[in-house]
């Protein structure tokens, strides 16, 4: 069989001679081995594990997603994400260094958008209040509106 696990930027798994993949939906875990009826469904935030043809197994982390098996002999993941190891333990340590990452990243995005609000909301602050009082010293004063009919360089001079 072919396994193949995709997320949204990377092919994460391509691995041939795979006699047999276990992964987990919301009804449990179940087994694939070759000559598998068609299949479609949802997995649920899990680990896949296989075995190729030397005995060797590997094992993939996915953010659930959809498995979809075609002809027998391919066995498709389309997830949102997925980190992909030899060993559980290994595994664990990546996925617990993906998951740190991706709260630091969280975390400066949440930070950078209040900043960006809290900005604008100064920005708007001063705008409003720029006509009842003076402005502050280097921050330009906006002028108020001219008068209707008259141009902003006329101050009601005949000229």
Known sequence: MRLVVTTPLAVVVDADNVTHV?????????????RHADLVTVLTIS???????????????????VLTVRGGSIVEVATRDAV??????????????RFRADARAETESRVS???????AMRQMQRYLEAGRKPAPVGHPAIAPA????LEPHDEGSPL
Do not use: K, Q
């Not at 680990?47 to 997603?65: K, L, T, Y």
């Not at 958008?113 to 900005?119: G, I, K, N, P, Y």
């Not at 001219?146 to 009919?149: K, V």
């Open 47 to 65: 680990v896949i594990s296989w075995m190729n043809h030397d005995g060797e197994e590997h094992h993939v982390a996915v953010r659930g997603g």
């Open 84 to 97: 992909g190891e030899d060993t559980l333990r290994a595994l664990g340590d990546a996925v617990l260094a």
């Open 22 to 34: 276990r992964a987990e939906d919301e009804t449990g875990a179940f087994g694939i081995r070759p």
């Open 146 to 149: 001219p008068a209707a009919g």
């Open 113 to 119: 958008s209040a900043r960006l609000h809290l900005a």
